[in-house]
Structures are given as C-alpha cells and as structure tokens.
C-alpha cells in the first residue's frame, strides 16, 4: 500500500520552543493531509486538514496560531508546534489518500511522539 | 458532523475465541468504513474496510458486517491469536475530501 512516513518519530523539547514534524507522501501524490492528535489511552482526534497550496482547515478548538500548517509540495506537509508546552506533549499522527478523489482510504504515518519538558 | 461511538471499551478473549466491535454512526451520508489496528507507539493500520454498497466484507479471520439502516457496523476476529492483542479502532468518512472520524477504540487482550 502506499507509505506515508513522518519525521522526528520523537521529540523531547524544553518548554517554550517550537517544535517541526514533517509528513511525507513517499510513493504518491497527495493534494490532501490529515493531521491527529492521539493523547494516551485515547483515540485519534482529528486536528487540521492541510490542502497544498492554500490554508489548513482547523477543527473546532484547534489554535491556529500554535499548530501552523504549512503544504507546501504533493508530497510534503509539516506542523510546527509554536511555544510548545507539556499539555502539548502527544502523539502526532499525519494522514493522507492516494490519487485526487478521497475514496475514504487513509494511510497513517508511523506518528511522532511530542514530549515537552 | 460525524459521530461515531465504539464499543467494547475492552474486550479480553482466550486464545481461539472470537471477539467482536461494534461502532455505531451518526452521519447517515456515510459511506466509507474502516478499521484499524494499532500496537503501542505506532500508528494505524487499516487491516479492512468496507463501502456502503455491501454488506459483509470477510479477509481470512477478519471480517466487517454493515447495516446501513440501523447506522452500525461490526469488526468480527474469529480464532483470535495472542498477536491480535492491540488496540482497535473504527471510523466513518463521510463526503470526498472530508477526514476519516474515529470511535474511542478498543483494547482487545488475547490470553494464550
């Protein structure tokens, strides 16, 4: 199936720095990324939707200014954590589907783990 | 929006039993449902999904039930074995374009 791999898979970061992590498509294109966030013993809640070229639709309770998405390629989204703080420590996961039509399909990155000190 | 609600929260089996999830949803527009399968530290995998045009998915041991009227769809394990042993989660997509919604999860044991 298709691959979607994510980068730092972890990160321990002090309290007040920002934080990157990239998602990648590796072997297609993907006009459309999910990003989730899964605290522990709990499900994926879905963040932000990232569309290349344009803005990231944010969920309902979801600060823009502290989880910026940047699209900038088919195969590249990344979320930067600004001024991370520990309730942000989490398990971030990025999503995407093969092709131009969402047939529902989702491939998961393996996930980055965000721990902040 | 979608809501999707899971159940069991857990559900511990002994080896060769089989185990069942049921997920329910909300958003009757709906036609796209997976599940995952996830081990600690690591993200999703999908291991069936089923559209809303059919009504019973089967993949080896695996397989999905989907009753559109009563808005709810079942993962059903048969001969369960200790590496079936994770957490298990459904979801529902609605519209193209639209993200995958998950239910809570549940945490299966299998015991040899």
């Known amino acids: 199936g298709a691959v979607v791999s994510q980068h730092p898979s972890w990160v321990i970061c002090k309290s007040g720095t920002s934080v990157k992590i990239e998602c990648r498509s590796l072997?297609?294109?993907?006009?459309?990324m999910f990003w989730y966030r899964q605290f522990p013993k709990q499900s994926l809640m879905l963040m932000a939707t990232s569309n290349e070229g344009s803005k990231a639709t944010y969920e309902q309770g979801v600060e823009k200014d502290k989880f910026l998405i940047n699209h900038a390629s088919l195969t590249l989204s990344t979320l930067t954590v600004t001024s991370a703080h520990p309730e942000d420590s989490s398990f971030y996961i990025c999503?995407?589907?093969?092709?131009?039509?969402?047939?529902?399909?989702?491939?998961f990155g393996e996930g980055s783990r965000l721990t902040v000190l | 929006g979608e809501n999707v609600e899971q159940h069991p929260s857990t559900l511990s089996v002994q080896e060769g039993d089989s185990a069942v999830i049921k997920c329910t949803y909300s958003?009757?527009?709906?036609?796209?449902f997976p599940w995952y399968k996830q081990e600690l530290g690591k993200g999703p995998q999908l291991i069936i999904d089923?559209?809303?045009?059919?009504g019973e998915k089967k993949d080896q041991r695996i397989a999905v039930t989907l009753n559109k009227t009563a808005k709810h769809f079942s993962l059903h394990i048969t001969e369960t074995q200790p590496e079936d042993s994770a957490v298990y989660f459904c979801a529902a997509c609605g519209q193209a374009g639209t993200a995958l919604i998950f239910g809570k999860g549940t945490t299966l044991s299998v015991s040899s």
């Open positions: 072997d297609f294109q993907a006009t459309t």
């Open positions: 089923i559209r809303s045009n059919v």
């Open positions: 999503s995407a589907f093969p092709g131009l039509v969402n047939t529902g399909e989702l491939f």
């Open positions: 958003d009757s527009a709906s036609n796209y």
